[in-house]
C-alpha cells in the first residue's frame, strides 16, 4: 500500500504511548503518535475524543486542532475528528468505559460547542438516538455533512430507523457498548443488522470485542460493501503487554493483548493495530486479503462521503 491507499482508521483515541484525550497532549506527542501510525502502514485516521464533561472536551478539542496546525505530518494524517459522546446511553453495559457521571442527554447548545471547537474538522459523531429528543442533534450534525454514527445505545428498531430517516448512517463499534447478556433475538445487534442496507457498521477485529466467529457471522449478514473495521485504539496500542493509566482507568494488558479493567471486568478499548487486524481478518475470520484491505483502507473513506 502507498500512502494515498494505507490503512484508514476511523476511530484512533491514541497510539503507542500517547492519549489524544489528555489534557497536557503536546506538540512533540502529536508527531511522535503520527510517526508511529504512519510506519505501521496507517495513512489517516480520525482522532477521537471521548466522553468527558463538554468544557473538558472542548479544551481537548481545540488543543489538539491547535497542535495539528503545527504539524505537516499530523495534518496529512488526521484527517478529521471523531466525537465519541457524550450524549450515550449512561447504563451500565450500554456506556461501556465511558464515565457515567459526564454522560448526558443530547442537546444542541452542547452540540455546537463541541463542534465549533473541533475547528471544522469534525467528520464522525457518536450518539446514542433514545438519547437525542426529536432527533435535533442528529439532524444539526448530518446537515453540517458530518457523519452521524449510532453508538453505545439501546434504541428500540423505531427510534433507529427514525434516526436514520434524520441523518444517522453508521453504527459504532457494532457487538460492543452493550451488556454481555441482552435478551438473544430482541437486541441492539440484531436490530442494526436488519437496518444493514442503511447504515455503515464498524467491528473490533481483535477477537476479544467480538469473537472471530461472530464476527464472521456478522460479516456475511451485512454483507462486506457495508462493513468497516476499526481499532478503537488507546494509547498503549502497539506497546505490548503491562500495567498502563489512561485518564481515569488503571488497565492491564495481557499476553492476548487485550485491554482490561484490573479486575477483568470490562474491556476498556482495544490495543489491535490495523496490520494486526487484517492478519485476523485474514488467518482467523477466512477473509481473502483483497476483502480484508476493503474493510481497513476503502471502506472507511467511502463511509465519510456524503450520500449520493
Known amino acids: 500500500m502507498d500512502s494515498e491507499s494505507g490503512f484508514f482508521d476511523l476511530q484512533v483515541n491514541g497510539y503507542a504511548g500517547i492519549d489524544f484525550n489528555q489534557d497536557a497532549l503536546t ?83 452542547a452540540m455546537e460547542r463541541l463542534l465549533d471547537a473541533a475547528g471544522g474538522l469534525a467528520r464522525l459523531v457518536t450518539l446514542a438516538p433514545e438519547r437525542d429528543a426529536g432527533l435535533k442533534v442528529t439532524r444539526i450534525v448530518a446537515e453540517r455533512g458530518i457523519t452521524v454514527s449510532a453508538g453505545h445505545c439501546n434504541p428500540s428498531l423505531d427510534e433507529l430507523e427514525a434516526a436514520i430517516d434524520a441523518g444517522l448512517t453508521m453504527f459504532t463499534h457494532l457487538g460492543n457498548g452493550c451488556p454481555m447478556q441482552m435478551h438473544r433475538h430482541d437486541n441492539i445487534i440484531q436490530k442494526a443488522l436488519s437496518l444493514c442496507d442503511r447504515l455503515w457498521l464498524c467491528f473490533i477485529a481483535d477477537g476479544a470485542h467480538v469473537a472471530f466467529p461472530a464476527l464472521g457471522n456478522y460479516l456475511r449478514a451485512a454483507g462486506l460493501d457495508r462493513c468497516v473495521v476499526v481499532t478503537d485504539a488507546i494509547a498503549p496500542a502497539s506497546l505490548g503487554p503491562g500495567r498502563y493509566t489512561l485518564g481515569r482507568w488503571d488497565l492491564v494488558i495481557g499476553p492476548d493483548l487485550v485491554a482490561r479493567a484490573p479486575d477483568g471486568s470490562h474491556l476498556i478499548g482495544a490495543v489491535v493495530t490495523m496490520r494486526q487486524s487484517v492478519a485476523n481478518l485474514v488467518e482467523r475470520v477466512g477473509l481473502s486479503r483483497e476483502d480484508a484491505l476493503l474493510l481497513t483502507v476503502t471502506n472507511p473513506r467511502r463511509s465519510l462521503e456524503p450520500a449520493g
Open 27 to 109: 506538540a512533540d506527542d502529536l508527531h511522535a503518535v503520527c510517526e508511529r501510525l504512519s510506519a505501521d502502514g496507517v495513512a489517516g485516521i480520525l482522532a477521537t475524543i471521548v466522553t468527558e464533561h463538554v468544557d473538558k472536551m472542548v479544551h481537548r478539542l481545540k488543543n489538539l486542532v491547535a497542535l495539528r496546525e503545527q504539524d505537516p505530518l499530523a495534518q496529512k494524517l488526521i484527517t478529521g475528528i471523531h466525537i465519541e459522546g457524550p450524549f450515550l446511553n449512561e447504563t451500565a453495559g450500554y456506556r461501556g468505559a465511558h464515565p457515567e457521571d459526564a454522560i448526558r442527554p443530547a442537546e444542541p447548545d
